[in-house]
């Protein structure tokens, strides 16, 4: 007899649990992971490209905005209530105090993410949690074609 899929219950994980992960080493330092939503998901790996991409958007607001807001590259974002701690690209806050961050005295105001082969992810899964987390302004910089760059917006 032939069953069909079972729906299986995940454990899914706090963000406290997740940072207690990469403390005791059950999270290695140099493993490419986020927590999203509870689940641990593994991060597409950066090519060349990428890195430049996310290099030159992180350089142009920080150049910009030096003095009136921060900008951040591959920093987690806090947000309470969502059970996780995305990586974007690029996080631009509020407080022009870098070392504000984290705290209550900075709001994110832009996310940033770059797309190689996680276009579709950026768009959809990302978008709507950096919409729980709060953040009013979320682009993407689709960079799934080698020649080109175009900028979505949710």
Known sequence: MVRGPESVAQRRFTVEEYHRMAET?????????????????????????????????????????????????????????????????????????????????????LVIEVADSSLEYDLAEKASLYAEAGVPEYWVVNRSRESSWSFESR
Not at 82 to 88: L, Q
Request: hydrophobic share 35%; glycine share 6%; aromatic share 6%.
């Open 25 to 109: 080493g059950i999270l290695g330092p140099d493993e490419r992971v986020e927590l999203v939503r509870g689940v641990i998901r593994e991060m597409s790996p950066k090519n060349w490209a990428h890195v430049m991409a996310a290099k030159s958007v992180y350089d142009l607001p920080r150049d910009a905005l030096r003095g009136q807001a921060s900008v951040y590259q591959e920093a987690p974002l806090v947000a309470e209530g969502i059970d996780s701690e995305p990586e974007p690209d690029v996080l631009l806050c509020s407080n022009p105090d870098e070392w504000a961050y984290r705290s209550r005295r900075t709001k994110p105001l």
